[in-house]
C-alpha cells in the first residue's frame, strides 16, 4: 500500500539557520504532495503544496523540492525562527481520485536561539 | 470562523461510554475527513465524506465507530461502548473539492481520554 515517511523524527537548529525536512513516498503515482506543520494542542497547519509536474515551488520563506526519481520530497525553511517550533508532516492522496491523505510519522524541529 | 471548528475540545469519559464528536468544515468545502491522532503518531484516516455520495468508511477501525453528515455540512462521529484503546486527538479536516488536488484545512481537534 502506500506509505510516506520521514527521514529523521527530530531535527534540531540554531536561530537563523536554514532547516531541511526530508521525506520518501513509495507510490510512484503519487501526484499531490502537502506539507503540514502541527504545533502542540493544535491541529495540522497547511504550508505548502506541491504537484508531480513541478520539481520546486517556493512560498514565505519555506521551499519544497520534488524528486521523482528517487520519490523524495523535502521541506526548506529560510532563517528558522522559534516560532518555527513544531512537528513537521508530508502527506500525500491514495490516488489521484480519492482525498484521504497518508501522513508520515512526523519531525519535530527544535529552533535554539 | 474562517476555520474548520472542532467541539469538545476535550473529552474525559468512562470505558463503555458512547462519545459524540462534532465538526463544522469551512463554509462551502464539500469534502470533509476524520482522522485519528494518537500519542506521537501520524494521522490515521478514518472515514471521508464528498457531497452526496456515499462515504468511504473503510479507515473505521470497529462497527463501534460510525459517522454522519447532515445537510452536507456539519458532521458527527459516534464511537458507541467507548475503551482505553480509543484514546486519541480526533481531528476534522475539509476542503474545498473532493479530488486529491486541493488541501485539507484541519481543526484543532477532540482530546478524548477513556478512563
Not at chain 1, 66 to 80: F, G, Y
Not at chain 1, 93 to 105: A, D, H, I, Q, V
Not at chain 2, 16 to 40: F, M, N
Request: hydrophobic fraction near 30%; include cysteine; charge should be neutral.
Amino acid at each position: 500500500g502506500e506509505s510516506v515517511g520521514l527521514h529523521l523524527p527530530t531535527l534540531s537548529v540554531q536561530e537563523g539557520d536554514n532547516s531541511i525536512i526530508n521525506c520518501a513516498y513509495s507510490n510512484s503515482a503519487s501526484d499531490y504532495f502537502i506539507w503540514y506543520k502541527q504545533e502542540s494542542g493544535k491541529g495540522p497547519q497547511f504550508i505548502i503544496d506541491i504537484r508531480s509536474n513541478m520539481d520546486k515551488r517556493q512560498g514565505q520563506r519555506v521551499t519544497v523540492l520534488l524528486n521523482k526519481t528517487v520519490k523524495h520530497l523535502s521541506l526548506q525553511i529560510a532563517a528558522t525562527q522559534p516560532g518555527d517550533s513544531a512537528v513537521y508532516f508530508c502527506a500525500a492522496p491514495k490516488s489521484s481520485t480519492l482525498g484521504r491523505l497518508y501522513f508520515g510519522r512526523g519531525t519535530q524541529l527544535t529552533v535554539w536561539p | 470562523g474562517a476555520g474548520v471548528s472542532q467541539s469538545p475540545s476535550n473529552k474525559v469519559t468512562e470505558k463503555g461510554k458512547d462519545v459524540e464528536l462534532r465538526c463544522d468544515p469551512i463554509s462551502g468545502h464539500t469534502a470533509l475527513y476524520w482522522y485519528r491522532q494518537s500519542l506521537g503518531q501520524g494521522l490515521e484516516f478514518l472515514i471521508y465524506f464528498q457531497g452526496n455520495s456515499a462515504p468511504d468508511k473503510s479507515g473505521l477501525p470497529s462497527d463501534r465507530f460510525s459517522a454522519e453528515r447532515t445537510g452536507g455540512s456539519v458532521s458527527t462521529l459516534t464511537i458507541q461502548r467507548t475503551q482505553q484503546e480509543d484514546s486519541a486527538v480526533y481531528l476534522c479536516a475539509s476542503s474545498s473539492q473532493g479530488s486529491s488536488n486541493q488541501p485539507q484545512h484541519f481543526g484543532d481537534g477532540t482530546r478524548l481520554s477513556i478512563l
